[in-house]
Nanobody, 118 residues
Framework: QVQLVESGGGLVQPGGSLRLSCAVASGTIVSINTMGWYRQAPGKQRELVAAITSGGRINYADSVKGRFTISRDNAKKTVDLQMNSLKPEDTAVYYC???????????WGQGTQVNVSS
């Protein structure tokens, strides 16, 4: 079992920035894996925001390209999401995700709320 702990959510004005962090608090992770961030707004399905593989391959949702940057530290077992130029439509609960290179296996953090509002 892998436990993920997130931090960094909050309230920010449009155009502002936030940085989300996620750490593997417990459990053993495999060397080949993907870590990422998903979000879920009220009444909507959970969607991928950004993901990064252990080899450094990155994937962004079109809606955040050019504004968000994902990074990870394999030694520290952390993944961060730098969010700039935030928009009200970025308001959601953001979830950290870890997927080892095993079919059907995924772990989630508890979620952190991001509110973008003036």
């Amino acid at each position: 079992q892998v436990q993920l702990v997130e931090s960094g959510g909050g309230l920010v004005q449009p155009g502002g920035s936030l940085r989300l962090s996620c750490a593997v608090a417990s459990g053993t992770i495999v060397s080949i894996n993907t870590m990422g961030w998903y979000r879920q707004a009220p009444g909507k399905q959970r969607e991928l925001v950004a993901a990064i593989t252990s080899g450094g391959r990155i994937n962004y949702a079109d809606s955040v390209k050019g504004r968000f940057t994902i990074s990870r530290d394999n030694a520290k077992k952390t993944v961060d999401l730098q969010m700039n130029s935030l928009k009200p439509e970025d308001t959601a609960v953001y979830y950290c995700n870890y997927r080892p290179n095993l079919p059907g296996v995924a772990y989630w953090g508890q979620g952190t709320q991001v509110n973008v509002s003036s």
